[in-house]
Each structure stands twice: as structure tokens, then as C-alpha cells.
């Protein structure tokens, strides 16, 4: 045996022993790892079958010797690229199902076969014989149709591989890179090595490719020891980012946009892969079509800031947060919640506990609230404030005579008269039962009076049509303006509305009356 054989059987006995090593290594230590860890070492397992193969197939003597070993490496060689791409594809997290597995080894498995009888049938090899200058165990063979298809199947599976990692590099964090540097190298030596060897330019009559395994093996076992391939990976960070119901936004220091997750993306289907690395204020501009909903440099002096956004009729909770390492300023983090069905349940709620159900107008207690807030600002501002109270005359008559469905149609037309009048002037709400009240912020008694006899001309022109039946409506109004008092409370200024009010029922309704301090009486105001 020449020095140059025993070079060659060294090396592949080399990348035999590095890979059995591998195996036995994540068997004996499993427990401490991933699943992943099951894939990879049947992938160790098929390359330490393939290199020791053909190690003992270079101490053939005879033709049938090398057929024999040739065999025996197809057991390992063939599967040993798809099990490195499934080994890849599980490592970035790439979704495995039954049907893909079964897919990737079928063709694997029909090489195996068709190598073992390739006697019967040469669509393997159309040739195999002992190689006529250099002698047994160099080979030359001549290939058949199935040998292009196993080919170019095992170069596309490791170039698949190759290529998942290199589209993977630009989202993976810094910390989790040497791994993919090794895992490249891992893909990229045995590929190149194939390569060589298909175009004819390695030494004749034999394959290359175990003697370079040993490198990657080498490669293999640096990750697991030094960078815990099996026990930190993307993957294990993929898993639980995006699996956060919440919209996670990374920024760097500049705030371009470094990093996002699935769910922010669900979010924001404008999102894509291409916007990393673009500035997070151009970014937002172009999305909700505004570039100050909240300011990235005023959140960034901030430990942490809360707000609330619409995007696209959808409401969000942004919460953000700096990244720092100890003192130093590293990025920022922003967390979209969605809230728009608690929103629509807020306003449900709101609308339930401060807006009358039949007329869809204030009711007394938002009345209260909001009116409450008027009588401090107009005292403070010494601006005037005016109250006017009314009520639908005779309304339990009506109520008697034509029941209580036409009372409510009768509330909703006046309150839909009212509405259409005052046209966003004051604050309108329903009192109670056939009351109601409005407050002018900015206007005194005598405005408040005119704009009383304009509701009340209007109700009274305006009758209900309804069932076959047209209903005369008419209503009496008192009005009340906040007096120099500083101690007078709302519930005073309602009180003296009140009085005017029944006042001008007493001078025969459908009339305007005012309340006078001055002299603490009632002056008729038509």
C-alpha cells in the first residue's frame, strides 16, 4: 500500500472517528439537549458509515470488494445531505412535517437500492470496474441516469442548506452568529469538495469528500463545546419571540429598525424583511401615514413610556422601553398591544353609563360630570354660564292616550330636534323621564332665553307623525345663569332653572321663563 493511499484512508478514518465521536457524544449527553440534537446525530451517524465505508473500501483488493464497500457507503453518503438540511432546517426553526422528512429520504433510500442491485438493471452506474492504470481499489465508472439525479439532489439539499443559513445571517442576533459561521463552513467544505469531484478536477478513482469531513466535524463539536449550539440557538430565541401575542419592534441606538416579530407583523401588514435597518420614523410615517404620533428622541430620554395610537381603525397600547448595558444606551424596544375590542368595550361601557339609552343623548350623570367641570372653568374664567331646563307638556296625558310607545317616539323626536337646533352648541342631556337640560358655557341669561324660544317655536312646529296618528308637541323652559356667587354650586344653578321652570308651567306652559336674582322673581321672557 503507497504513502499516498495511506494518507488518504488516515483522513477518512480521521472524519469517521470525529463523527462517531459527535454521535456518541449527543447520545451520552441528550438529556442536556434539544430535540435538535436527535437529527444530528443520526446525521453524524450516516457520515461515519459513509467515511469508514470508503476507508475500507481504499483496502479493496478485487472488483467485487469495492462494489461491496461502494454499497455499504450508500447506506451512510446519500442520506447524509438531506439529514444536513433537515439538521439546518430545524436549527433556524424551519417547520419539519412528516411528509417533508419522507420527501427529503425517498430519493436517499432509492439510491441506496438501486446502488445495491445495480447489476440488474445499471441505472446507477452503466460501468463500474477497477480502474486500468492505477489498479484495485481505484475505480472508474460510468455513469447512469439515477447517479445524475442522486448528484444533483445531494448538491441541491447542501446548497439549500447553505443558502437558508446565508438568508438567515442579517436577522440573527450577534450572539448567536459564530454558530452560523460553523455551520456555513460545516455546509460549504463538503459541497465545494463535491463539486471538484463531479467536474473531474480531485484525483482519479476515488471520492474526495470524506477526506474534508473531518473539518467539519471539528467545526461541530467548537459550537456545541464553546457557543452551546444544542442548548441556545435562534430557534430557542425564535420560539419565544414569536410566539408573544404582543408586537415586539427592536431599534438599535440611531433607532433603525433592527428586529421584529411575528405578531408585529400581524399587526402591521406593511411590514417586511427589507425595512431592516431603515429608520423606525420613516418606517412609522409611511404606516400610520403620521411622523409625530409619539416622538422617538422624548421616549428615548425615557426609562419607559406609555400610549395609546390608531392604526388603520385598529387601537394599540405602544409601551417602549430603552435597551441599555448597565449606563450606555443600546436601542429601544417598542410593544404594540392591540386594545381595540377593549376599546369598543369602553365605549359600550361608556355609552351604557353616560348616554340615555332610548334618546342616545347625555343622560343625568354625564350631565352632572361634564356640566360639573363647565361651572369651575366659567367661575375661574369668569365667563357666563347659563342653564336651561324643560320638559314636554302634558307628556302623562299623552302617555295615557296613546300609550307608552308613542311617548318614547316622543322623547326621541325632541331630542332629535334639540340636537339638530343647538347643532353641537352646549351641552344637551335628558334630566329624567320627559326632562330635559342644557348647559351654554359663554352665554348669559338673555342668550339662553333666545335659544329656548327657538327650541320651543321648533317643537311646537315640528309634531310626531307616527302609526296613522300626528301629535302636537309643545314644552315650557326655565332658565337660570350662573350668579357672582363663587360658593353657588351646580345643583343651585339647577335648582333656580328649576323654579323658572315651574313658573312657566304655572303661566300656562309653552312658554320661556327666566330666573332674576335681582329681584327674586320670575320675569316672563316669549
Given at each position: ?7 488518504y ?9 470525529l ?7 449527543v ?13 444530528f ?8 458509515i ?13 472488483l467485487e ?29 424551519v ?20 446502488v445495491?442491485?445495480?447489476?440488474f438493471?445499471h441505472?446507477?452506474y ?7 492504470s ?7 465508472i460510468?455513469?447512469?441516469i ?8 445531494t ?5 439549500a ?20 459561521i460553523?455551520?456555513?463552513?460545516g455546509?460549504?467544505?463538503?459541497m ?9 478536477v ?23 463545546r ?26 438599535d ?31 412609522w410615517?409611511s ?14 430620554n ?11 381603525e ?7 422601553s ?18 381595540t375590542e ?14 340615555d ?21 366659567a ?22 292616550t ?5 311617548g ?6 325632541v331630542?332629535?330636534?334639540?340636537q ?39 317643537i ?13 308637541i309643545?314644552?315650557s ?6 350668579s ?14 328649576d ?14 321663563l327666566?330666573?332674576?336674582e335681582?329681584?327674586?322673581s320670575?320675569?316672563?321672557r316669549?
Open positions: 500500500m503507497n504513502s499516498q493511499l495511506t494518507t484512508i488516515t483522513l477518512f478514518c480521521t472524519s469517521g472517528i463523527n462517531l465521536y459527535l454521535f456518541i457524544y447520545f451520552i449527553k441528550r438529556q442536556q439537549f434539544t430535540n435538535i440534537k436527535n437529527v446525530a443520526v446525521y453524524c451517524l450516516s457520515i461515519t459513509y467515511c469508514f465505508a470508503a476507508a475500507f473500501g481504499l483496502t479493496a483488493s478485487s470488494e469495492i462494489k461491496f464497500w461502494t454499497i455499504i457507503q450508500y447506506i451512510g453518503m446519500p442520506f447524509s445531505a438531506p439529514l444536513g438540511l433537515l439538521f439546518i432546517m430545524q436549527y433556524l426553526g417547520k419539519i412535517t412528516k411528509p417533508r422528512v419522507i420527501l427529503l429520504l425517498a430519493i436517499p433510500m432509492i439510491s441506496f437500492i438501486l445495491a442491485t445495480n447489476d438493471h441505472f446507477h452503466k460501468s463500474y470496474m477497477v480502474h486500468p492505477l489498479g484495485a481499489p481505484f475505480s472508474t460510468e455513469i447512469g439515477w447517479y445524475l439525479v442522486h448528484g444533483m439532489f448538491f441541491g439539499s447542501m446548497l442548506a447553505f443558502l437558508l443559513l446565508i438568508f438567515r445571517w442579517k436577522e440573527t442576533a450577534k450572539m448567536y452568529r459564530p454558530q452560523i460553523a455551520l456555513l463552513v455546509q460549504l467544505v463538503p465545494v469538495t463535491a463539486f471538484i469531484y463531479l467536474i473531474g480531485t484525483p482519479a478513482g476515488f471520492d474526495p469528500v470524506p477526506m474534508v469531513l473531518w473539518l467539519t466535524s471539528i467545526l461541530y463539536l467548537w459550537s456545541i464553546t457557543t452551546r449550539l444544542f442548548t441556545v440557538m435562534p430557534i430557542a430565541k425564535d420560539a419565544i419571540f414569536h410566539s408573544i401575542s404582543n408586537g415586539v419592534f427592536v431599534l441606538e440611531q433607532y433603525h429598525l433592527i428586529e421584529f416579530n411575528e405578531a408585529g407583523r400581524r399587526m402591521i401588514p406593511q411590514l417586511n424583511k427589507s425595512m431592516i435597518g431603515q429608520d423606525f420614523k420613516i418606517i410615517k404606516i400610520t401615514g403620521v411622523s409625530d404620533s409619539f416622538n422617538l428622541e422624548s421616549v428615548g425615557k426609562q419607559e413610556m406609555v400610549l395609546e395610537i390608531e392604526i388603520a385598529n387601537f394599540y397600547q405602544v409601551r417602549t430603552t435597551l441599555q448595558d448597565r449606563y450606555v444606551k443600546k436601542g429601544l424596544l417598542i410593544i404594540l398591544t392591540e386594545i377593549l376599546k369598543r368595550l369602553q365605549s359600550q361601557l361608556e355609552k351604557q353609563a353616560y348616554f339609552e332610548l334618546t342616545q343623548v347625555f343622560n343625568r350623570r354625564a350631565f352632572f360630570q361634564h356640566c360639573g367641570k363647565k361651572l369651575e372653568h367661575k375661574a374664567a369668569q365667563t357666563p354660564l347659563t342653564v336651561i331646563l324643560f320638559d314636554i307638556d302634558y307628556f302623562k296625558k299623552v302617555n295615557d296613546y300609550g307608552h310607545m308613542i318614547d317616539q316622543i322623547l326621541k323626536h331630542a332629535q330636534i334639540c339638530t337646533k343647538l347643532n353641537e352648541v352646549g351641552l344637551f342631556a335628558r334630566y329624567g323621564g320627559e326632562e330635559f337640560v342644557i348647559a351654554l358655557e359663554g352665554y348669559t341669561a338673555n342668550e339662553g332665553t333666545e335659544i329656548a324660544n327657538e327650541l320651543r317655536h321648533a311646537e312646529l315640528e309634531s310626531l307623525v307616527a302609526a296613522d296618528l300626528i301629535v302636537s309643545t314644552a323652559f326655565g332658565v337660570a345663569q350662573l357672582n356667587n363663587k360658593d353657588e354650586t351646580l345643583t343651585q344653578l339647577l335648582n333656580n332653572a323654579k323658572a321652570l315651574y313658573a312657566a308651567k304655572e303661566e300656562g306652559r309653552n312658554c320661556v327666566f330666573y332674576s335681582k329681584v327674586n320670575i320675569n316672563r316669549t
